[in-house]
T-cell receptor, first 116, second 110 residues
Framework: EAGVAQSPRYKIIEKRQSVAFWCNPI?????LYWYQQILGQGPKLLIQ????????DSQLPKDRFSAERLKGVDSTLKIQPAKLEDSAVYLC??????????????FGEGSRLTVL | GQSLEQPSEVTAVEGAIVQINCTYQ??????LSWYQQHDGGAPTFLSY????GLEETGRFSSFLSRSDSYGYLLLQELQMKDSASYFC???????????FGGGTRVLVKP
């Protein structure tokens, strides 16, 4: 079974530029999550989708971050304009249902963003 | 709001036992999960506690006490490959949202 796919793996941009990350969840997984992980910290939930609807986006900085999940499958996360503090790994995860079956989320390898 | 507390770092030798504690404060608690993450890698699921008590999965066990808002992950017969960061994550009933703690970095020495 294919895992969660993310791209690009690495991205370096200058502040005020824009960037987009793509995620393809495990087939059949209804719930998709975007987490931000700053070095040395735990993952922080940015947005949670159930199919193509938003369940939680309370910690998404909506003035610069946006995310969509068209057709309830793939998702993209965009940052525009980027700030230095956005340097982090952006992790996409999916699960069969919200909260995961038995709390299990499946994570992709992440997209590492460096903002100069 | 909510908070999760876990030690930042633990060092132990091969073959030893390590216990990583996690205390939480949250409303609408549903369950507690544990994840392992090697440097540069993706977090991977280890275990889940929805009810009080001990769950055992091979060398790893996890415990939950809802009344004490406390859980722990027990790593037995430590191996070098267990050197990684370990995160507890609270699942809230509302929306089944997972919130992660800051992580405990475990360093296993020969």
């Amino acid at each position: 079974e294919a895992g969660v796919a993310q791209s690009p793996r690495y991205k370096i941009i200058e502040k005020r530029q824009s960037v987009a990350f793509w995620c393809n969840p495990i087939s059949g997984h209804a719930t998709l999550y975007w987490y931000q992980q700053i070095l040395g910290q735990g993952p922080k939930l940015l947005i949670q989708f159930q199919n193509n609807g938003v369940v939680d986006d309370s910690q998404l900085p909506k003035d610069r971050f946006s995310a969509e999940r068209l057709k309830g499958v793939d998702s993209t996360l965009k940052i525009q304009p980027a700030k230095l503090e956005d340097s982090a790994v952006y992790l996409c995860a999916s699960s069969i249902q919200s909260g995961g079956l038995g709390g299990e989320l499946f994570f992709g390898e992440g997209s590492r963003l460096t903002v100069l | 709001g909510q908070s999760l507390e876990q030690p930042s770092e633990v060092t132990a030798v091969e073959g030893a036992i390590v216990q990583i504690n996690c205390t939480y404060q949250t409303s609408g608690f549903y369950g507690l999960s544990w994840y392992q993450q090697h440097d540069g890698g993706a977090p991977t699921f280890l275990s889940y506690n929805g009810l009080d008590g001990l769950e055992e999965t091979g060398r790893f066990s996890s415990f939950l006490s809802r009344s004490d808002s406390y859980g722990y992950l027990l790593l037995q017969e430590l191996q070098m490959k267990d050197s990684a960061s370990y995160f507890c994550a609270v699942i809230k009933a509302a929306g089944n949202k997972l919130t992660f703690g800051g992580g405990t970095r475990v360093l296993v020495k020969p």
